[in-house]
């Protein structure tokens, strides 16, 4: 078992006169047990992370410590954490348990205790009925889960998983995530799981620390990510559809402040709390985020659907495309040059063209600076 602080960590690749800052001052601290996501888009630093918390690579500068204690300079082998990577790398010609076992036998371990190991192992895998088949015989699913078995063998301290399921298929990955979680459940090990897709990450992870460019944006739960976004980035990257943005500037024309998108084309009100905020801050330009899901069609009575309370307020749009994706539709909007999407009932039968009014609450319209992108909340 072991917590992971990570203090300013930066990891800076050198070569010739080119130098690459694939990470910087990143501060993290993961918890004992606790399930960890690295989220964020190709080359965000990711894997560099990974790779200076088990050993692999050198830190530029900072310090990472496990249990309180800097392991900088300790040798992968005297950490204790296990990586399984996404190519699972069995070896072919050895049957699955000789597979899960044979990190143990590199260590000595005695031939009886092996066997058992490996059995325990195959048990929470769900691997018990093929022990005794090659990986060649194995699905890609189950080849995954034995290079996970693999790296669990060693009881490890920290669990690392980099993108282990990135060519794995959505029926099976479902299983897999439910799976993983079930292991996490069972051995209570540190777990840092490294992905760019926001579903695994949210669907796995405790917390989920997203990372864009290097940096660190934001850590929290799928509530937190969701609802208080830091910034235009973590607003844009969780959640599906993305967050609909809008630039904005104040417009306090006597029943109250409200942010007026740049055309003019739409006006948002907000609640007490922000608009507060907002003039304090005088009259700067400000990005509106809303998202998809809360912008709502509003019915013939002018009701708005799923909206409940008083303070729902409306605009007007006109429908550019309404695509049906089964349990739901995307409806995009075109106001001026102001293009934004709205998720809808399935059964929404609006045309292109149409002009359709929808309700949003103040409370759910996100405002962010427009020079620091971040959250005004
Ligand atoms: N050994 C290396 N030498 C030089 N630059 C490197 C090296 N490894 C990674 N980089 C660079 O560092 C940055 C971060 O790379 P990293 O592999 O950590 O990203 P990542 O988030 O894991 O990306 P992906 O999702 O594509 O795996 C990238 O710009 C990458 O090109
Ligand atoms: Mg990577």
Do not use: W
Not at 83 to 102: D, G, H, K, V
Not at 245 to 260: I, M, R, T
Not at 285 to 314: C, M, W, Y
Not at 317 to 338: C, H, P, Q, W
Request: glycine share 8%; charged share 25%; net charge negative.
């Amino acid at each position: 078992m072991a917590q992971v602080n990570l203090q300013n960590v930066n990891k800076i690749y050198r070569s010739g006169r080119t130098e690459v800052h694939a990470v910087q001052d990143l501060n993290l601290e993961i918890n004992n047990g606790e399930f960890v996501a690295l989220l964020g888009p190709s080359g965000c630093g990711k894997t560099s992370t990974l790779r200076m918390i088990v050993g692999l690579e050198e830190i530029s500068s900072g310090d990472i410590n496990f249990n309180g204690k800097r392991v900088n300079e300790l040798e992968p082998q005297h950490r204790n954490v296990a990586m399984a990577f996404e190519t699972y790398a069995l070896y072919p010609n050895f049957t699955i348990e000789e597979n899960l076992a044979f990190p143990l036998e590199v260590r000595g371990v005695p031939e009886d205790e092996r066997r058992r190991k490996a059995r325990d192992i195959a048990e929470i895998l769900k691997l018990t009925s093929i022990l005794d088949q090659r990986p060649g015989a194995l699905s890609g699913g189950q080849q995954q889960r034995v290079s996970l078995g693999r790296a669990l063998i060693r009881d490890p301290s920290v669990f690392i998983l980099d993108e282990v399921m990135s060519h794995i298929d959505a029926h099976l990955k479902f299983q897999m995530l439910f799976d993983l979680k079930a292991i996490h459940r069972d051995l209570g090990k540190t777990m840092v799981y490294v992905t760019h897709d926001q579903v695994e990450a949210l669907a796995l992870a405790d917390r989920v620390a997203v990372m864009s460019n290097a940096k660190l944006q934001q850590v929290g739960t799928r509530n937190e990510l969701y609802n208080a976004p830091a910034n235009v980035f973590v607003a844009d990257f969780i959640g599906e559809p993305p967050t609909n943005f809008f630039q904005a500037e104040v417009s306090d024309n006597g029943g109250g402040l409200a942010l007026k998108t740049k055309d003019g084309a739409l006006v948002f009100h907000l609640t007490e709390h922000r608009a507060g905020k907002i003039r304090a801050l005088g009259g700067r330009d400000f990005i509106v985020g809303i998202r998809p899901q809360n912008l709502r069609l509003k019915d013939s009575e002018g009701k708005s659907s799923a909206h409940t309370g008083s303070d729902v307020h409306d605009i007007t749009a006109s429908i550019l495309i309404n695509e049906y994706l089964g349990e739901r539709s995307i409806l995009t909007f075109a106001n001026g040059d102001t293009k934004f999407r709205a998720l809808v009932p399935p059964e929404t039968r609006a045309a292109p063209g149409e002009a359709v009014t929808l309700g949003y609450r103040p409370e759910d319209v996100m405002v962010f600076d427009a020079q620091t992108e971040a959250l005004i909340d």
